[in-house]
């Protein structure tokens, strides 16, 4: 009862903080990534470890250099999260922008589902909410959900205020089923780590044998949805662009994990060109293979 009381007490201060514009929330970003690098060391061991894997060609100043650039990427991200609490229409799509969405309206039109396919890169919330905003079809996004219920509602409360729909992971079926009239997109971040009990499959990731997740795969092949990959661009602090990229339009034609290794092949260039915004401080490499 204690904790559920300082839960709610907990999102009531997150809702006071959203209010404030963004620019002033980044003085206190900047305040957090002193708290969290220099004094918590927040997850700096999984941090240093994941991108010393990744990238064995470079210098140890190369990689702290990527690593506080990550940690300072996260603690605005955290702000601009809060801030979508009451971030209004018109600055969410001033924040971010989209090329090529004219190729799913011609899906949409024709009375077509189509799959889009991202990563845990850049803010992948607000991206999540402008795209909701910019296309004529239903957005639907599979996500993990929380174990602690009242910050879970919170976030799908912001999550869903323009009318995006969030469907949990394991009912993925059953959300799509209760649109399965209309023209929908189906938003999967494939990125995650999957349980020891899902892990069926290992792709080659950043030098490294890395567990994936099938889900986008076996939807694909079993509805025959084209696939859209959704590459994050980051602007400047706070501003995105996205381009909507082409990755597999036949799918019941690929061949097994053919999808999978394409998903985790655009994820990894994206990375490359620049690291600081993917989310290094998850334990992705839970498992090895057997």
């Known amino acids: 009862m204690i904790k559920r009381g300082f839960a709610h007490l ?3 201060f997150l809702y006071l903080v959203s209010l404030l514009p963004l620019p002033f929330l980044f003085f206190f970003a900047r305040l957090l990534y002193y708290l969290l690098y220099y004094v918590i060391g927040y997850r700096k061991k999984v941090v240093r470890e994941n991108l010393l894997k990744s990238f064995p060609e470079k210098s140890a100043d190369q990689i702290i ?21 009451t971030i209004s229409k018109q ?12 190729q799913l309206e011609k899906h949409f039109n024709a009375g077509e589902s189509v799959l889009a396919c991202t990563g845990h890169y850049g803010n992948w919330e607000l991206g999540t909410l402008a795209l909701g905003l910019s296309i004529s079809a239903k957005t639907m996004v599979i996500y993990k959900p929380l174990t602690n219920k009242i910050f879970e509602s919170w976030f799908n409360t912001f999550r869903t205020k323009y009318g995006n729909v969030f469907i949990a992971m394991r009912q993925t079926l059953r959300g799509m089923a209760a649109y399965k009239n209309e023209p929908t997109l189906l938003c999967f971040a494939s990125d995650q780590a999957p349980t020891r009990e899902e892990t069926k499959y290992f ?13 986008v795969e ?5 509805t025959n949805r084209p696939i859209y990959y959704f590459k994050v661009n980051v602007v400047k602090k706070g501003y995105y662009h996205v381009d909507v990229l082409p990755m597999c339009l036949n799918p019941a034609s690929a061949n097994e994990f053919e999808i999978t290794n394409l998903h985790f092949k655009f994820l990894e260039d994206i990375i ?7 989310l290094w401080s998850h334990k992705r490499w839970k498992f090895k293979p057997e």
């Open 10 to 12: 907990g999102v009531f």
């Open 65 to 85: 250099k990527i690593e506080k650039d990550f940690f300072l990427f996260l603690s605005e991200l955290i702000f601009e999260i809060i801030k979508m609490t």
């Open 91 to 102: 600055e969410t799509l001033k924040r971010v922008k989209f090329t090529g969405l004219e």
């Open 203 to 215: 792709v080659d990731f950043l030098h490294q044998p890395t567990a994936a997740l099938l889900g």
């Open 218 to 222: 076996k939807i694909a092949k079993a």
């Open 272 to 278: 490359k060109e620049q690291p600081q915004y993917w």
